[in-house]
């Protein structure tokens, strides 16, 4: 059997050469049309048919994704409502790019796969190197983004519930919040653990909790609220009387724009799950898309009623206030206390905010652990050998430990400092679009030619969406270096580019000294059918 599977291999890279795709090299590919599918095979017998021999099925892995790409934007700001609306078309842009290439290359390598197929001969190693380090350090510090937020949120409904912070309510320490972290990251690891015919359940469950939690909320709070905003307020005020020291409309504008571009990353999710998604080619570009056009049109629909129930913007970011300046909080809180006396019910609100980021860490966590898989299993990381192994479920099971172990390791700077934490937690969203936009650039630079679509793909408007993506990473590249407050000093100074700018210098030294030497991109040990041959394998 493997002497039959070797004789494709090397037929099936025969004929890519011959059409000269990107990457020819390796021959990783096949013309779409003559390839009926392709599956990667590796030595561990991890396949892209399975993992357990359960398949998540293409709706509910494309609903699941887009509903976990807003739910974060929950427990956020809703000063954000102009700029996710200048937002929300770049992303349908960006999304469209990316799921054209995940459709030519579905595998759970996901971008850094794509940037070793795309650079060509020369460059793809080191393509790889660096598009999968910054991608899998970016959602390392997104999962402790997220689990950490939902550690903070609980601090606050512990707070109201005891009767908030002027009422002796109990507020939390900071190592009860790092607990809080650690616990949630435990449960997730846990999930993750079971085989994954269970975590598409809870991924469905996910989906309609999100989308059912999203519209109760959006209605219910408007409707509640004794008075709402004007559409003038909701769409042209912008907050200039802050505690920042920032005034100027353009600068709270574009600070905006950054929050809104930071609930919605991750959607490169499909493409991690392929190796585990029916019609990977189909379903994982389809999860991308469904991913920003459900983010889009929730999200903003989310935004808007939360900002027409506004009424006091001062007292909701007042640290003095029951919530202790937690915005939302405060606000669903004060709503029902006017409404009925007591603020329970905004507490049961928070708790369906919790139950959806709690579902968003979870999915995070799956995220990671195939991305680690799938560059341990490339030999890109230390114990490479460790973290790519399976269980008897074929459960990536260190590889979840791992990503648990690391977002809790990046949470402990908050212990000592909360800038340092800052720091750390910024490379989530400027990390992860460096990542989403180095394959981009490649397919539209070194692979303009020779890009081979998938069934999914934009014909002749890829090339120029391809360039408004990138340079649209660079613009919020520069824009999330920017300072959030005023006057700077050490306490208020944006160290996003240091956290960066250290993390860039490790990756290219770690290049350069040692990796250039033995990492060649990802195995090619490739297993293909085409059409017109004796069944299937």
Not at 50 to 78: D, K, M, N, S, Y
Not at 433 to 459: E, M, Q
Not at 494 to 499: E, F, G, L, R
Request: glycine letters at 10%; proline letters at 4%.
């Amino acid at each position: 059997m493997w002497t039959i599977l070797q004789k494709r291999v090397r037929r099936s890279r025969k004929e890519s050469r011959s059409r000269k795709p990107c990457g020819a090299r390796w021959g990783f590919f096949l013309a779409p049309e003559r390839c009926s599918y392709v599956r990667r095979r590796t030595s561990d017998g991890f396949r892209s048919k399975a993992l357990g021999g359960a398949r998540l099925q293409a709706g509910t892995q494309a609903l699941t994704l887009g509903c976990l790409e807003f739910c974060v934007l929950l427990c956020r700001g809703f000063d954000l409502d102009r700029d996710y609306n200048a937002l929300q078309h770049r992303l349908e842009l960006w999304g469209t790019d990316l799921h054209e290439i995940c459709s030519a290359f579905p595998t759970s390598g996901g971008l850094y796969f794509w940037s070793f197929s795309l650079a060509g001969e020369n460059w793809g190693p080191f393509a790889a190197w660096i598009t999968g380090w910054f991608n899998i350090v970016g959602q390392w510090a997104v999962t402790t983004s997220i689990d950490f937020s939902l550690a903070t949120l609980l601090q606050v409904m512990v707070l109201l519930g005891t009767g908030g912070a002027n009422g002796g309510g109990y507020y939390a320490s900071k190592y009860v919040v790092i607990g809080f972290h650690a616990g949630i990251l435990f449960l997730h690891g846990l999930v993750n653990s079971l085989p994954i015919h269970i975590l598409s359940f809870f991924g469905t469950f996910a989906a309609f909790w999100n989308l059912i939690g999203v519209f109760v909320l959006m209605i219910l709070i408007p409707v509640l609220a004794p008075q709402t905003q004007s559409p003038e307020f909701v769409f042209k005020y912008f907050n200039t009387v802050n505690n920042e020291g920032i005034h100027s409309y353009p600068y709270i504008f574009l600070l905006g724009i950054l929050m809104s571009q930071y609930t919605l990353t991750g959607y490169d999710a499909s493409a991690h799950m392929s190796e585990e998604t029916r019609s990977s080619d189909k379903n994982g570009a389809f999860g991308i898309i469904s991913a920003v056009v459900i983010s889009v049109i929730v999200g903003w629909g989310y935004i808007l009623g939360i900002t027409f129930a506004i009424s006091d913007i001062g007292f909701l970011l007042d640290p003095n206030n029951d919530a202790k300046g937690y915005a939302v909080a405060q606000l669903f809180y004060t709503i029902f206390k006017d409404k009925y006396g007591t603020g329970t019910g905004g507490i049961v609100c928070l708790g369906i905010v919790a139950v959806a980021i709690f579902f968003c860490g979870m999915s995070s966590v799956t995220s990671n652990s195939r991305m680690a898989y799938a560059f341990s299993r490339d030999g890109a990381m230390p114990l490479s050998s460790f973290w790519h192994t399976v269980n008897s479920r074929e459960v990536p099971l260190n590889a979840v430990w791992l990503s648990v172990v690391i977002a809790f390791c990046m949470a402990l700077p908050y212990l000592g400092s909360s800038v340092a934490f800052q720091a750390m937690v910024s490379i989530a969203t400027i990390g992860l679009y460096i990542a989403y936009a180095l394959p981009i650039f490649f397919r539209v630079t070194i692979a303009a030619k020779s890009f081979i679509p998938g069934p999914f793909n934009l014909g002749p408007f890829g090339f120029v969406l391809g360039w408004v993506s990138v340079l649209w990473v660079a613009t919020i590249t520069v824009l999330f270096c920017l300072p959030v407050a005023y006057p700077v000093t050490e306490t208020s100074l944006n160290y996003a580019p240091v956290a960066v700018g250290g993390v860039l210098i490790l990756v290219v030294t770690s290049w350069l000294v040692y990796a250039r030497h033995w990492f060649r991109g990802p195995v090619a040990n490739i297993q293909t059918e085409t059409e017109g041959e004796n069944g299937s394998v």
